[in-house]
């Protein structure tokens, strides 16, 4: 079975500074990881994935993820938030050999002017 | 198309009624998914298809709920004798690669909101 757990309902930054929306997720194999984010009333749209290879992805909007297999964590980082960022943050994983992937309870981002 | 289309955007049905959501994939796409998602929760995993073959339906909660993709492109989620705890918006995405291979990410819909009075 795989799971993701995205402990924080809701994270407040303020614009300019870094923030970080934390992931952890488990399965039995070697996972591929994903960001989702969901602005209100629309589908939900990639940002950015981990397949294997460098532990720092790259994204879009200048979003970057970190993978932690020690701590079976992707955290998802911007060093300085937008207004504009301001939406559903979604951590997904997908155990290699299956095509099920599944999604957090996902995280509101709250950017503060 | 350019993108993951749904119809419906907006359904009310009463409990009870027979409801039909359409999803047309990016053309091309090979992968095909519905996610069921509950307000304030993250999306459920409900079907894949491969082409037109159904290859997981696990996550479907009742056999009231049935999907279909005849020609391996568009599908139509079908819920049978709907009941309130199927209120939700029901998102369709697509992949290009078959079996999502190589960790290719979902292009989802806008999602259909159903609603069951």
């Known amino acids: 079975a795989q799971s993701v757990a995205q402990p924080e309902d809701q994270v407040n930054v303020a614009e300019g500074n870094p923030l970080t929306v934390k992931c952890t997720y488990s399965v039995s194999g070697n996972p591929y990881l994903f960001w989702y984010v969901q602005y209100p009333n629309r589908g939900l749209q990639f940002l950015l994935k981990y397949i294997t290879g460098d532990n720092l992805v790259k994204g879009s909007y200048g979003f970057e993820a970190e993978f932690n297999k020690s701590q079976t964590s992707f955290h998802l980082k911007k060093p300085s938030a937008l207004v504009s960022d301001s939406a559903l943050y979604f951590c997904?994983?997908?155990?290699?050999?299956?095509?099920?992937?599944?999604f957090g309870t996902g995280t509101k981002l709250q950017v503060i002017p | 198309g350019a993108g993951v289309s749904q119809s419906p955007r907006y359904k009310v049905a009463k409990r009870g009624q027979d409801v039909a959501l359409r999803c047309d994939p990016i053309s091309g796409h090979v992968s095909l998914f519905w996610y069921q998602q509950a307000l304030g929760q993250g999306p459920e995993f409900l079907t894949y298809?491969?082409?037109?073959?159904?290859?997981?339906k696990s996550g479907l909660p009742s056999d009231r709920f049935f999907a279909e993709r005849p020609e391996g492109s568009v599908s139509t989620l079908k819920i049978q004798r709907t009941q309130q705890e199927d209120s939700a918006v029901y998102l369709c995405a697509s992949s290009l690669l078959p079996g999502l291979a190589r960790g290719g990410e979902l292009f989802f819909g806008e999602g259909s909101r159903l609603t069951v009075l």
């Open positions: 298809f491969q082409n037109e073959a159904q290859l997981d």
């Open positions: 997904a994983v997908r155990d290699r050999g299956y095509q099920k992937v599944t």
